[in-house]
């Protein structure tokens, strides 16, 4: 099985490499880490993708019993299914520690799927990427080609030549719009609107 699919991210907790460089992580350590990172966000804790993270903080303050732990189990999978499309899940147990009745081990068994899923996105690195990034994304997709050669030139003469430092995401929406009208066809501008329009700036 190749695991290129899998892809590199930043590793969670965020931290430094031995050389201060940001610390990546690859392969299946970078897939139990995505699961640290979508179990350990609460729905709604990110504003430009609130419905990202797992339901698991609703229950916090619940009598740690089998009746929570079953709801638990459930939140988790459903969580998992829905924002780690790379692996298969095969069982999600949770139960209590039987010396503290406050405590709950959640243990999850999964393996890495034999083949990408359409939904994979290298590990969400454009659906959760920010807000300008996700945009160059959707244009350069829709434009076609290597993305240097049209929304890599249309960002580049935007972010050099047109913005302010105290430019906003409006500013950098109309003149990514601009720069594509003057550099390339009316197809390009589109593209560029379209992608501004989806990620909800226009």
């Not at 992580?25 to 897939?31: A, L, T």
Request: no cysteine.
């Amino acid at each position: 099985m190749s695991n290129e699919f899998i892809g590199a991210g930043w590793a969670y907790p965020l931290r430094t490499s031995m050389t201060g460089s940001i610390a990546l992580v690859s392969d299946e350590r970078e897939v139990a880490e995505a699961i640290r990172l979508i179990l350990g966000t609460a729905i709604g804790e990110r504003p430009m993708r609130p419905e990202f993270g797992s339901r698991i903080y609703d229950f916090v303050f619940d009598e740690a019993d089998a009746g929570t732990a079953s709801r638990l189990a459930y939140a988790v999978r459903e969580a998992l299914e829905r924002w780690e499309p790379r692996i298969e899940l095969d069982a999600v147990n949770v139960t209590v520690d039987e010396e503290n009745r406050n405590l709950l081990y959640i243990d999850i068994g999964y393996h890495i799927k034999d083949d990408n899923d359409p939904r994979n996105d290298n590990g969400g690195v454009h659906i959760n990427s920010g807000i300008l990034n996700r945009a160059f994304y959707l244009a350069a997709a829709s434009i076609g080609g290597y993305a240097w050669e049209k929304a890599g030139r249309i960002w580049y003469v935007t972010l050099t030549e047109r913005l302010q430092p105290e430019s906003d995401f409006v500013e950098a929406a109309n003149a990514t719009i601009a720069v594509a009208a003057e550099l390339f066809s009316e197809s390009e501008q589109e593209a560029v609107q379209r992608a501004w329009e989806e990620v909800g700036v226009l």
